[in-house]
T-cell receptor
Framework: KQEVTQIPAALSVPEGENLVLNCSFTDSAIYNLQWFRQDPGKGLTSLLLIQSSQREQTSGRLNASLDKSSGRSTLYIAASQPGDSATYLCAVDSGNNDMRFGAGTRLTVKP | GAVVSQHPSWVICKSGTSVKIECRSLDFQATTMFWYRQFPKQSLMLMATSNEGSKATYEQGVEKDKFLINHASLTLSTLTVTSAHPEDSSFYIC??????????FGEGSWLTVV
């Protein structure tokens, strides 16, 4: 059974700093991996989707990488802003739409 | 792009009553819909998978008689929490996909049982 772990559980950084969020998964046989953002009291917003054949995806200040063999993905946020404060979730799809989520990293960007 | 809509976004109900949450795919036919639950500071956990026209498949530990899922059409799935109790208070979110393509998530529904 796929298990997804996110480190750290919480992170607080000053505005403008670059940061990296980590996600690891136990079974490298995945279909794709997604990073989501969840604001308090809100639903999920999909940020980046990486197919199993891809190594990375970029959208604006966000860059997500995938290393299937080592079971790792990272989400890089450049020049962080207070508006980036949210919980970031990593989800692994092992095929047959069997998605497993990590517990998330709660990010706070201080002005 | 594809949109999945959930309703209601927020609901408060009394203990012992039932509450229904709807999940609709607005511009595509969802052959499969998923229901997740998230308790505070925990990850989303899959509750059940439903395919249109057939019974839902529940994950281990999820009571199918308590969490009734109906996927009556290709654009609508409903989750009914029966005889709700305060411990059922949680964030419930659905997702939908067409034939195994990209999964789209609803906005989620916050349930508070008082």
């Amino acid at each position: 059974k796929q298990e997804v772990t996110q480190i750290p559980a919480a992170l607080s950084v000053p505005e403008g700093e670059n940061l990296v969020l980590n996600c690891s998964f136990t079974d490298s046989a995945i279909y794709n991996l997604q990073w989501f953002r969840q604001d308090p009291g809100k639903g999920l917003t999909s940020l980046l989707l990486i197919q199993s054949s891809q190594r990375e995806q970029t959208s604006g200040r966000l860059n997500a990488s995938l290393d299937k063999s080592s079971g790792r993905s990272t989400l890089y946020i450049a020049a962080s802003q207070p508006g980036d404060s949210a919980t970031y979730l990593c989800a692994v799809d092992s095929g047959n739409n069997d998605m497993r989520f990590g517990a998330g990293t709660r990010l706070t960007v201080k002005p | 792009g594809a949109v999945v809509s959930q309703h209601p976004s927020w609901v408060i109900c009394k203990s012992g009553t039932s509450v229904k949450i709807e999940c609709r795919s607005l511009d595509f036919q969802a052959t499969t819909m998923f229901w997740y639950r998230q308790f505070p500071k925990q990850s989303l956990m899959l509750m059940a998978t439903s395919n249109e026209g057939s019974k839902a498949t529940y994950e281990q530990g999820v009571e199918k008689d308590k969490f009734l899922i109906n996927h009556a059409s290709l654009t609508l799935s409903t989750l009914t929490v029966t005889s709700a109790h305060p411990e059922d208070s949680s964030f419930y979110i659905c997702s939908a996909t067409y034939s195994g393509n990209t999964i789209y998530f609803g906005e989620g529904s916050w349930l508070t049982v008082v």
